[in-house]
T-cell receptor, first 111, second 114 residues
Framework: LAKTTQPPSMEAYEGQEVNVSCSHT???????IYWYRQVPHQGPQFIIQ???DYVVNEVASLFISADRKLSTLSLPWVSLRDAAVYYC????????????FGQGTKLSIKP | EAAVTQSPRSKVAVTGGKVTLSCHQT?????MYWYRQDTGHGLRLIHY???????EKGDIPDGYKASRPSQENFSLILELASLSQTAVYFC?????????????FGEGSRLIVV
């Protein structure tokens, strides 16, 4: 399974767009990219997943580079509620939920 | 209404004692999981189950047992609790098919072993 590298922390102001990057240089053709976030005192919450190009849902956008070695989670108009640890996970689609969570990126939001 | 509920939410146990953490899901999911999170770290998979009356070992199963008596319920058992098992434990469920990596987590059970 491909290893991921994320910045340990980021800061942003309310109302800004935030881009959280994730490097996965050894990603295999069978692997997908998943993003979760965890707010304090709660379990992780699924945000978005993708394989290539661009994926968008009501919460976030996911940009994946052409060589699939880099992905960027984009959060538009962040609020204080978006302060959380964001995890990038790369794994095969049929991994049956056996996920490996790294240390993630801690996003702090300033009012 | 939370679809994955854990109990107890917090517990203090003595070293060598038995601890049972319970999880109940109303998602009608086949897969259930127990993950452990140590302070400042990511989550690690302890045990999981894809059908009632069957459990599988995850990445760190030593010192833990699991029980899946029904589709809705999944328990984590520490027969002889140790200080190193102080952590927050999260239960989760998933459909287990092509969307099997979309997990729905409970709010966690904080365990302190003294």
């Amino acid at each position: 399974l491909a290893k991921t590298t994320q910045p340990p922390s980021m800061e942003a102001y309310e109302g800004q767009e935030v881009n959280v990057s994730c490097s996965h240089t050894n990603i295999a053709t069978s692997e997908y990219i998943y993003w979760y976030r965890q707010v304090p005192h709660q379990g992780p919450q699924f945000i978005i997943q993708g394989y290539k190009d661009y994926v968008v849902n009501e919460v976030a956008s996911l940009f994946i580079s052409a060589d699939r070695k880099l992905s960027t989670l984009s959060l538009p108009w962040v609020s204080l509620r978006d302060a959380a640890v964001y995890y990038c996970i790369v794994t095969v689609n049929y991994n049956q939920g056996k996920l490996i969570f790294g240390q993630g990126t801690k996003l702090s939001i300033k009012p | 209404e939370a679809a994955v509920t854990q109990s107890p939410r917090s517990k203090v146990a003595v070293t060598g004692g038995k601890v049972t953490l319970s999880c109940h899901q109303t998602n009608n999911h086949d897969y259930m999981y127990w993950y452990r999170q140590d302070t400042g770290h990511g989550l690690r998979l302890i045990h999981y189950s894809y059908v009632a009356d069957s459990t599988e070992k995850g990445d760190i199963p030593d010192g833990y047992k699991a029980s899946r008596p029904s589709q809705e319920n999944f328990s984590l058992i520490l027969e002889l609790a140790s200080l190193s098992q102080t952590a927050v434990y999260f239960c989760a469920s998933s459909e287990g098919d092509s969307s099997g990596n979309t997990l729905y987590f409970g709010e966690g059970s904080r365990l302190i072993v003294v």
